[in-house]
C-alpha cells in the first residue's frame, strides 16, 4: 500500500498548535488538532519528512483504524477486520501497547493480548502459515489507545521518541525534554539574526534547538527511526528526505546564541552537546550566574528555564535569582525575556508582570510560560 496514509503526530498538552503549524509548514493536508494529537493525511515520503522535521512532536503514529469497542468480541473482530497486511510484512515484529480513558475495557493487558492475537490471526491467514508468525524482521510497534469506548490503533513510525535528536550524551539533574525546549523557541518573535541568550543552560537543551532551526537543520538528522525499516517506506525515500534537509539546511546563517550557567560542569556538558549535534564553535557558552548578566547588544531574546524551587530549601535561593534577572533585564528594555517555571509568583519577585502567560507541561510540572515583549530600539 503506497498511501496515503493517515498520519497521527503526538503532542504534549499545550503544544498541539505548535505541532499543527510545524505539520502545516511542511505541506501536509487535512490537518486535524485534537487534544494531545495532530492527524494529517500523508504519502510515504510523508512519514519520513515528518520524522525527520518534526521539532515538538513526540511521535508519528499511523493509523490503521479506528472504531467502538464495549466488549472484547467487538475488538477481537474489528481489529482482524483492519488491512494489517498493507502495513506489516510477513515477518514484522508487532508488539502491542495499550492504553485505556474512562472505556468499558479497562484491562489494558487484556486489550493489549486481544489485539495481538487479531493481527496474528488475520497475518497468519493472509500470509498462508499457521498459528505463529516468525516476528524476526523490521519493527511495528502497535498500540492500542482506548478513549470513551472508542479504540484508536496505530503504528509507530518513530521508534524513540522524538525528543530523542541524538546529540545528548550528557545532561544535568533536570533537562528539558528537547521538543519543549524547541517549543520555547517556537513560541518567541526570536529571528535568527537576534541575540540569543539562555543564562540557565544546564545541558544546552534551548541553545541547541534554536541554532537547529535558526539554520534550519532537520532536528532528526543525526538519528534513526523505526520506518527506515519498513517495506511501505523504501530506502529511496529516505535518501529523498536527507537530501532535500541537506539541501536547505542552511549552514551559513551566522548566529549570536549564548547558553550561560552558574556551573562550569554544566558548560563543559554543552559544549559536547553541541560538537555531537554537529555544530561545534556557533555557540557561545561560559560559565556565569546571572547576577552578573549584562547583554551587550539591543533587541535581543533571553529564553530561559531556571531552577523552580520545588524542593524546600531552594525557595529563598530561588526568588533571589528571578529577582536579580528582573533588575538586570529591566535595564535592557529592548530586549523580550522568556521565563518557564512553576514558580507561582513569579511575576512578583521579577518585579513585572508578563506580557502573555501560557500554560505549558515540563513532564509533568505544571509552568508557566511566562513572556515579556521588548521594545525594539532602531
Ligand atoms: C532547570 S536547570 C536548566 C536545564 C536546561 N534547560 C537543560 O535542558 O538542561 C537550571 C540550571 O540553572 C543553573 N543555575 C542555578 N542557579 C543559577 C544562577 N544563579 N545563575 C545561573 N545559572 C544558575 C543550574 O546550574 C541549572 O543547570
Not at 40 to 54: E, K, M, P, T, V
Not at 156 to 183: C, F, M, V, W
Amino acid at each position: 500500500m503506497s498511501g496515503p496514509y493517515t498520519l497521527i503526530a503526538t503532542a504534549a498538552a499545550g503544544l498541539e498548535s505548535l505541532v499543527a503549524k510545524e505539520v502545516k509548514e511542511l505541506g501536509f493536508n487535512e490537518v486535524n488538532v485534537e487534544n494531545g494529537r495532530v492527524t494529517y493525511q500523508s504519502d510515504a515520503l510523508g512519514i519520513s519528512r515528518s520524522n525527520l522535521w518534526l521539532r515538538t512532536a513526540d511521535r508519528v503514529k499511523l493509523l490503521v483504524g479506528e472504531f467502538e469497542a464495549k466488549t472484547f468480541d467487538e475488538l477481537y473482530e474489528q481489529t482482524k477486520a483492519l488491512p494489517w497486511e498493507s502495513f506489516v510484512p510477513e515477518n514484522g515484529a508487532i508488539p502491542v501497547v495499550g492504553k485505556s480513558v474512562k472505556s468499558q475495557l479497562h484491562s489494558v493487558p487484556d486489550c493489549q493480548s486481544i489485539v495481538k492475537k487479531a493481527i496474528v490471526d488475520r497475518m497468519a491467514k493472509k500470509h498462508g502459515l499457521v498459528g505463529k508468525l516468525p516476528e524476526n524482521g523490521a519493527l511495528y510497534r502497535v498500540e492500542v489507545a482506548l478513549l470513551k469506548d472508542r479504540a484508536t490503533l496505530t503504528i509507530d513510525t518513530s521508534g524513540e521518541g522524538l525528543h530523542r535528536r541524538g546529540y545528548r550524551i550528557e545532561q544535568n539533574e533536570a533537562p528539558l525534554k528537547e521538543t519543549l525546549a524547541a517549543a520555547l523557541v517556537e513560541l518567541t518573535n526570536w529571528r535568527p539574526n537576534d541575540s540569543f541568550i539562555d543564562p540557565f543552560t544546564g545541558s544546552g537543551t534551548i541553545p541547541i534547538e534554536a541554532a537547529l532551526i535558526g539554520q534550519n537543520i532537520a532536528p532528526g538528522f543525526n538519528r534513526e527511526f523505526a520506518s527506515e525499516e519498513w517495506e511501505i517506506v523504501p530506502q529511496k525515500l529516505w535518501d529523498e528526505a536527507l537530501t532535500e534537509a541537506e539541501d536547505v539546511a542552511n549552514y551559513d546563517q551566522p548566529l549570536d546564541i549564548s547558553g550561560y550557567d552558574i556551573d562550569h560542569r554544566m558548560i563543559e556538558i554543552s559544549e559536547k552537546n553541541a560538537l555531537e549535534a554537529g555544530l561545534a564553535d556557533l555557540i557561545n557558552w561560559k560559565q556565569m550566574q546571572v547576577r552578573d548578566l549584562n547583554p551587550a547588544t539591543p533587541n535581543g531574546y533571553l529564553i530561559g528555564n531556571p531552577p523552580y524551587g520545588e524542593r524546600l530549601g531552594d525557595r529563598k535561593e530561588v526568588e533571589q535569582i528571578y529577582r536579580d534577572l528582573g533588575k538586570i533585564m529591566n535595564q535592557h528594555p529592548s530586549w523580550s525575556v522568556y521565563i518557564i517555571t512553576s514558580y507561582k509568583d513569579f511575576e512578583k519577585v521579577y518585579g513585572k508582570q508578563a506580557t502573555k502567560k501560557r500554560k505549558l507541561y515540563n513532564g509533568y510540572i505544571r509552568t508557566d510560560y511566562y513572556q515579556y515583549f521588548g521594545k525594539r530600539q532602531k
